[in-house]
């Protein structure tokens, strides 16, 4: 039976992993046991991804990139090259902790965008559509549609689903509306919550 993905050939993939058609995986990547990887997805060179990993459909994950067990990455999440997950809180070497018992649950929303070289600390919820600057560190979580930056990553505005910063008519720290100037979509907001109209 022919197979509907692509895996070059430097690339490894474990026994009991579950791949959708249309997905690539590239160059000296490795995929753990027990992982699932949706359809159209594209894992750059040097990618690893964890064993019991959940990957959802149409994901870009660039190079240098490992996504550890306890990750969940819904749809159109976007991984920029060399950013990083953590799946424990305080990693000791004298003192290992393997095994799913240990790992924190980090998910990442759809259409999430994580910038090169960020970090996103374990045990965080990233909701659908935030927007994480390159080389932020994200230390709790993190709203719909918000675009955080800086270490520890602050909330610095708020986007719209195709990734415009959006401007509002009133506060942007209590509400207002906005309409995004590239596509037009329009938006709600009441304090740390974001709604498309």
């Given at each position: 039976m022919e197979k509907k993905f692509f895996v070059h050939e430097s690339a490894y993939v474990d026994n009991n992993v579950e791949i959708d058609e249309g997905t690539k995986i590239w160059h000296f990547s490795h995929v753990q046991g027990g992982s699932k990887i949706g359809k159209n997805?594209?894992?750059?060179?040097?990618v690893n991804i964890g064993n019991n990993v959940r990957i959802g459909n149409n994901?870009?994950?660039?190079n240098n990139v490992s996504v550890y067990e306890g990750v969940e990455l819904e749809d159109y999440v976007f991984c920029g090259p060399s950013m990083v997950f953590t799946n424990i809180l305080n990693p000791r070497s004298e003192f290992p902790q393997r095994g799913s018992e240990f790992y924190?649950?980090?998910?990442v929303g759809k259409s999430v965008s994580l910038g090169a070289n960020s970090t996103v600390v374990c045990g965080t919820t990233l909701g659908k559509y935030a927007f994480v600057g390159a080389g932020a560190v994200v230390t709790r979580d993190i709203p719909e549609y918000a675009m955080v930056y800086g270490n520890p990553a602050k909330i610095r505005g708020w986007v719209c689903a195709c990734g415009n910063k959006l401007s509002y008519s009133a506060d942007?720290?209590?509400g207002g509306k906005a309409t995004c100037s590239k596509c037009g979509r329009q938006y709600n907001k009441q304090g740390?919550?974001?709604?498309?109209v």
């Open positions: 997805c594209s894992l750059g060179q040097n994901v870009k994950i660039q924190l649950k980090t998910k942007e720290k209590s740390n919550k974001v709604e498309q």
